[in-house]
DNA sequence: GCGCGAATTATTCAAGCGTATAATAACAAC
DNA sequence: GTTGTTATTATACGCTTGAATAATTCGCGC
């Protein structure tokens, strides 16, 4: 008699690609990288180990993908809140609420990007992934910013609409940093609040002048 | 007849502590927390592998001291900077000129950071070391505030100029953080500056006031 | 409904991990 | 000097890891 062997589905390369990747996150979310084995991962998966290598060239092939689908995804969030705005102003900010707000403020989004954080230092390919959505959230920025400048009748050289999305791109990076990491030390609101007067100063706006 | 053993010297706890210490922080630098084995570290520090285990109750503890060196150096080194200031108004500029420059911006300091950040998430004890050094840190920064707008006879509310501590904090770390993984998209120079000229702006001085 | 290709499982492998334990060599005390 | 203490080495253990291979079962084309 043979030995009793899982009953399976096969499923598309993109499902199963997509399911993997999803397991991937859950599992660095839950146990952080450490705990992302292969084993963990393919049973979140609900499939066996070996599978994974019939999908991805490796492990790491696998972390890349899933680091570029956090990136973009955070990325992604942010560009289509501003693009619900009807005005440059409105679209600003609207763009930099969504940043200090869920689900790009969110405990798990967050645990994924620090996981993934330390692998840039190492690894050639993660390092790429992330100048990639850096240049893409910085080129967001300045475009934001230069439709509102315009919108405000002010003119700036480029390079001054780029020293401000720079520290733009730096006060909203922080913020979310550190909001989520001490997330028990501010209220939702507060970090909004904070963002949006701060982004007020940079841009030597009068105060409320956005928030309102 | 007796075999071959490595031939050592004893040293005093604090030294062997320290010594070891260094080396996990060589080997995150180096390979990633992935790559900081027992067997690595005990490697560069000049030991075996199971003398860790005669300093450290186990490998997270070693981690967990080491993750403390890193995060009061950095602190320290930004505040030691500001002290040599003679006004606070020099004291504050300093303040902010030593978290966007080397050491502290550096990419061994980032990889160290980065290499724990994720930590946090999982090991209450990262999370109480990231809390104990981020209080400290906004403490001084606040600190600072307080004193220069005193010099500036500029009356703040202590929630206001806590508000202040917390934008400037998340600009600082967010520059910092950017401006270290890109190294070679800004000049070391270029990141000063714009941490003045936004600080400027988030205080709502004068242009070139802080950097004249 | 049959067969064939391929998706998936099951099993195995070698390597590396953190830790535990016992032997030993260094150093201080006397 | 000798002795006692203990810092340090050496070795081994049990476990987990990512990867490789072989066996199987699914599902589509005919």
Redesign the interface.
């Known amino acids: 008699m043979t030995a009793n062997r899982r009953t399976y589905t096969r499923a598309s390369e993109a499902e199963r690609r997509e399911d993997l990747i999803l397991a991937t996150l859950d599992c660095i979310a839950e146990?952080?990288?450490?705990?992302a084995t292969v084993r963990q991962i393919a049973t979140r998966a609900g499939v066996t180990g070996g599978l994974i290598r019939h999908y991805f060239a490796g492990k790491d092939q696998m972390l890349e993908a899933a680091y570029r689908k956090v990136m973009t995804g955070m990325t992604e969030t942010a560009v289509a809140a501003a693009a619900e705005g009807q005005t440059a102003k409105e679209r600003l900010r609207r763009f930099v609420i969504a940043n200090v707000t869920p689900p790009v403020t969110d405990?798990r989004t967050?645990?994924l990007w620090?996981?993934f954080?330390?692998?840039?230092?190492?690894d050639p390919t993660f390092a790429a992934i992330?100048?990639d959505n850096?240049v893409a959230f910085l080129e967001a920025l300045e475009g934001l910013l230069t439709d509102f400048f315009s919108e405000e009748k002010r003119t700036l050289s480029k390079a001054q609409c780029r020293?401000f999305a720079?520290?733009l791109?730096?006060?909203?990076?922080?913020?979310w940093?550190?909001?989520t990491?001490?997330d028990d030390m501010f209220g939702e609101q507060e970090l909004a609040e904070?963002a949006l007067?701060?982004v007020e100063?940079?841009?030597?706006l009068d105060p409320g002048y956005l928030s309102a």
């Open positions: 146990f952080g990288i450490q705990g405990p967050l645990s620090a996981a954080i330390s692998h840039i230092q190492t992330h100048r850096y020293s720079i520290a791109n730096a006060l909203v990076d922080g913020l940093l550190e909001g990491l001490a904070t007067a701060s100063a940079l841009l030597r």
